[in-house]
């Protein structure tokens, strides 16, 4: 089975600290992306990897920064957390090439910045 | 860029009815794959049924169908003998043929199965 997991399903962290949000797949496959997810707003791309050290902005990059050192793992970074950023995270991951796959999902990081 | 829209953020069904949940959308594009994804109270997310945008025929996948209507841009859920199991945060997804797998997304829309 594909399995695409996160490191935490809860994080609480404090207002200005540095947060990190860890995925990794084990189907080596070369898409990544970081989603958040709020109420009635959905699912929203906030940055997506085809390659290691590739980074593409997603529709919400601003705040977030990511890594992509190994093909497995993508990192979702949050420089200096603020409380707007206390959301439900999503790490997705798909194989580039066939471009009507699904994509898998880790089980989410609900992160609350105090 | 494209938009999704689910309109309706609530619904129910008894076990053993079926529903329908709606879903619109906005694109330029010609050719493109449509999703609708389930994400129950584990928050795994699931793919429950495809739609490739250049075929005629409706996907479906045992209980679960779709209409989809191109010229309208909408594209529908249908469950058949909806169970408890159904109960779940639905996500209508969009993905362009080259868009390097990227989704968007809707709102959502939240279906309980009541006993």
């Known amino acids: 089975d594909v399995k695409v997991t996160q490191s935490s399903r809860y994080l609480v962290k404090r207002t200005g600290e540095k947060v990190f949000l860890e995925c990794v797949q084990d189907?080596?496959?070369?898409?990544m992306f970081w989603y958040r997810q709020d109420p009635g707003l959905g699912l929203r791309l906030i940055y997506f990897s085809y390659d290691v050290k590739m980074k593409e902005k997603g529709d919400i990059p601003e705040g977030y920064s990511v890594s992509r050192e190994k093909k497995e793992r993508f990192s979702l970074i949050l420089e200096s957390a603020s409380t707007n950023q206390t959301s439900m995270y999503l790490c997705?991951?798909?194989?580039?090439?066939?471009?009507?796959?699904?994509?898998?999902f880790g089980q989410g990081t609900r992160l609350t910045v105090v | 860029a494209q938009t999704v829209t689910q309109s309706q953020p609530e619904m129910s069904v008894q076990e053993a009815e079926t529903v329908t949940l709606s879903c619109t959308y906005d694109t330029s594009e010609n050719n493109y794959y449509l999703f609708w994804y389930k994400q129950p109270p584990s928050r795994q997310m699931i793919l429950v049924i495809r739609?490739?945008?250049?075929?005629?025929q409706n996907a479906t996948e045992n209980r679960f169908s779709v209409n989809f209507q191109k010229a309208a841009k909408s594209f529908s859920l249908k469950i058949s003998d909806s169970q408890l199991g159904d109960t779940a945060m639905y996500f209508c997804a969009f993905m362009k043929h080259e868009g390097g797998n990227m989704l968007t997304f809707g709102g959502g829309t939240r279906l309980m199965v009541k006993p």
């Open positions: 739609q490739e945008a250049y075929k005629q």
């Open positions: 997705a991951s798909s194989p580039r090439h066939i471009s009507n796959t699904e994509a898998f």
């Open positions: 189907m080596d496959h070369e898409n």
